[in-house]
């Protein structure tokens, strides 16, 4: 059992450090998009992803030109300035 404490306190770290400077929002992506490598989902993953293709993503959702089933709908909830802070925050993250 205690070999099992530093991977443990290892991860929580890990995500206070993930979620501390995170713009209001941007949390609530890991809901659908995997922040870790291993994890599988159909959204894909915006960790290191480059913040013109988050941004531009975001954009094409909201205007309707890039088919979606629930982001189109969310990416209206965020103005410029939100998607493009969201978008920052996620190209920066390292794994």
């Known amino acids: 059992m205690?070999?099992?404490w530093p991977a443990l306190c290892a991860g929580l770290l890990a995500?206070?450090?993930f979620a501390a400077d995170?713009?209001?929002g941007a949390l609530a992506c890991s809901g659908?998009?995997?922040t870790g490598k291993g994890v599988e989902t159909p959204a894909p993953r915006l960790v290191g992803r480059p913040a013109a293709d988050i941004k531009?993503?975001?954009?094409a959702f909201r205007t309707g030109a890039r088919p979606a089933s629930v982001m189109d709908r969310i990416s209206k909830g965020f103005g410029d300035s939100e998607?493009?802070?969201i978008a920052e925050w996620y190209a920066a993250q390292k794994d």
Do not use: N, T
Not at 56 to 59: D, N, S
């Open 15 to 17: 995500s206070a450090a």
């Open 2 to 4: 205690k070999l099992l």
């Open 32 to 34: 659908c998009h995997p």
């Open 83 to 85: 998607a493009a802070a």
């Open 22 to 24: 995170a713009p209001p």
């Open 56 to 59: 531009a993503a975001m954009l």
